[in-house]
C-alpha cells in the first residue's frame, strides 16, 4: 500500500499517499493506521517527519489520534464542519470582491427557493416568518446571524447537502464581512423587506415569483453593503475590503487637492 519516499517533500508524500490509500478503499473508516514505528520504517522516513503528516491529514479531518493503550491514528469520516470552516478561512485571506460573491449567490440561491416553492410546508413557512420576526424584534445587532439562519433554512427544505455545504459557507463568511462593514438600519430594513417578499412567494408556491425576489434581494445586499461607510472596514469600488484610512491615503495618492498641504509653522 505504501513506498519509501524520497527525502524531499517528505511529509507531503507521506500524506499523498495515506490520503490516495482512503480515496480509493484500502483504507475506511475506523481503520487503524500501524504503530508509528513500523509506519515509519515502511515509508523509510523518521518519526518526526511522520507526525507532522499526521497534524496534516488531522487538519484535513481524515485522521483522528486517539491516547492511551487502544489509542493509535485511525481513520475518521471527514466532517462537514471541518469543509466549512477551510471554505471560510479561504474566503478571508482571499478577500473576494462582493461581486464574486453575488455571483455565486445569483447562480445559486435562486433555483434553491424554486425547489422550496414546490415542496415547502406550512410549518417551515412559519419558521421562516418567526425567523423575520425574531430579527424585527432583536434588531441591528442580530441581524447577521439571523439574515443566515433564514438562508440556511431555505437551503435544509431545498435538502442538498452540496448545496446546503456552498450556501452555507458563503453566508458564513458574508456575515464576517457585515460585521466589519456595521451595516445600518437602512440596510437592516432592507433585508427583512426582501425576506418577507419571498416568503410570501413560498407562501403562495410560486417558483417563478421566489426565484425573480430572490435574485432582486441578492443584489439589493450587494449594493447596500457598497452604501456601508461606517464601520472598520468598507468596500472598494471593486467591492474587497479594506481599511478606511487605507482608502481615504489612495484617494489622496489619486487626487492632491485632498492633501492638506498647510505645513506646520518651524
Do not use: W
Amino acid at each position: 500500500m505504501f513506498s519509501q519516499i524520497k527525502p524531499n517533500r517528505i511529509s507531503e508524500v507521506i500524506v499523498e499517499q495515506i490520503r490516495g490509500a482512503i480515496l480509493s478503499g484500502e483504507l475506511k473508516i475506523g481503520d487503524r493506521l500501524p504503530s508509528e514505528k513500523d509506519l515509519a520504517a515502511k515509508f523509510g522516513v523518521s518519526k518526526s517527519s511522520l507526525r507532522e503528516a499526521y497534524r496534516v491529514l488531522e487538519a484535513y479531518g481524515l485522521l483522528e489520534i486517539r491516547q492511551g493503550m487502544a489509542g493509535g491514528a485511525f481513520i475518521k469520516e471527514v466532517d462537514v464542519r471541518t469543509i466549512k470552516d477551510g471554505l471560510v478561512n479561504y474566503f478571508f485571506f482571499q478577500n473576494p470582491s462582493i461581486r464574486e460573491y453575488t455571483q455565486v449567490r445569483t447562480f445559486i440561491e435562486p433555483e434553491i427557493v424554486k425547489i422550496c416553492a414546490l415542496k415547502i410546508t406550512d410549518q417551515e413557512i412559519r419558521e421562516l416568518e418567526n425567523n423575520i420576526s425574531t430579527m424585527e424584534e432583536e434588531g441591528e445587532e442580530f441581524l447577521s446571524d439571523l439574515d443566515s439562519a433564514f438562508h440556511t433554512k431555505l437551503v435544509d427544505i431545498a435538502d442538498n447537502n452540496i448545496l446546503s455545504l456552498v450556501v452555507d459557507s458563503v453566508q458564513t463568511a458574508l456575515v464576517n464581512v457585515k460585521r466589519l462593514l456595521h451595516t445600518n438600519s437602512a440596510f437592516f430594513k432592507m433585508v427583512c423587506k426582501g425576506h418577507k417578499e419571498i416568503v410570501a412567494a413560498l407562501s403562495d408556491r410560486d417558483p417563478d415569483r421566489a426565484s425573480t425576489l430572490m435574485l432582486n434581494h441578492i443584489n439589493d445586499v450587494e449594493k447596500g453593503m457598497l452604501d456601508c461607510k461606517n464601520g472598520a472596514m468598507i468596500l472598494t469600488e471593486s467591492g474587497r475590503l479594506m481599511p478606511e484610512q487605507n482608502i481615504n491615503q489612495i484617494h489622496q495618492r489619486e487626487d492632491p487637492k485632498l492633501v492638506n498641504k498647510e505645513q506646520p509653522i518651524k
